[in-house]
């Protein structure tokens, strides 16, 4: 319980930190036997500040909960 705790503080920190990541899709245009024309678009998926929080809350409360159940 708790390295899923961590793991999810983490993981709401650098969602609050980033706020979204990004990534390149690469598309065909053209293919005309040996001419090829490509286009790269950059795409940014955000992410809610609410999930951010709410993942660092929960992986607060299964630390607290994983450390008062192994007493």
């Known amino acids: ?3 899923i705790g ?4 983490v993981v709401g920190v650098l969602a609050l930190a980033y706020g ?5 899709k690469r598309e065909k245009i ?5 001419i090829e024309a490509t286009k790269e678009e950059r795409k940014t998926i955000p992410l809610s500040p609410i999930a951010g ?4 809350a929960g ?3 299964l630390v ?7 007493v």
Not at 6 to 9: H, S
Not at 20 to 24: E, I, K, L, N
Not at 30 to 34: I, M, R
Not at 64 to 70: E, I
């Open 6 to 9: 961590i793991v999810l503080i």
């Open 20 to 24: 979204g990541f990004s990534y390149t």
């Open 59 to 61: 992986g607060i409360a």
């Open 64 to 70: 607290v909960t994983g450390s008062k159940t192994r």
């Open 53 to 56: 929080i709410a993942a660092v």
């Open 30 to 34: 053209v293919d005309l036997g040996p």
């Open 1 to 3: 319980m708790k390295l």
